[in-house]
Nanobody, 125 residues
């Protein structure tokens, strides 16, 4: 069992920055990868970024490459998403997710076993 709690969302103007955090508790020793997804109203949940729990492999969607950075602190069981140069189209609820077993790039939401409640990010134009 794993619990994930996101924080750091809010309202920001276009071009601004936010940093999201995801704190994991429980059986985090079983984690293989952690990812960020987002979902805007009326749209499907979308992959944003992922990182291997061990190692430095990171993966990003094309829409956020060069603007967002995923990172982690293993000792704190925490992953982060630094979001720069935010655009109105980045507005969504952002979710943290954990994959407990092997995955390659871990791009698909059905590859993840645990999910947080989400944190709202709103970017004004």
């Amino acid at each position: 069992q794993v619990q994930l709690v996101e924080s750091g969302g809010g309202l920001v103007q276009a071009g601004g920055s936010l940093k999201l955090s995801c704190a994991a508790s429980g059986r985090t020793f079983s984690s293989y990868a952690m990812g960020w997804f987002r979902q805007a109203p009326g749209k499907e949940r979308e992959f944003v970024a992922a990182i291997r729990w061990r190692g430095n492999n990171t993966y990003y969607s094309d829409s956020v490459k060069g603007r967002f950075t995923i990172s982690k602190e293993n000792a704190k069981n925490t992953v982060y998403l630094q979001m720069n140069s935010l655009k109105p189209e980045d507005t969504a609820v952002y979710y943290c997710a954990l994959r407990s077993r092997f995955c390659f790039a871990c791009l698909m939401d059905n590859e993840y076993d645990y999910w947080g409640q989400g944190t709202q990010v709103t970017v004004s134009s």
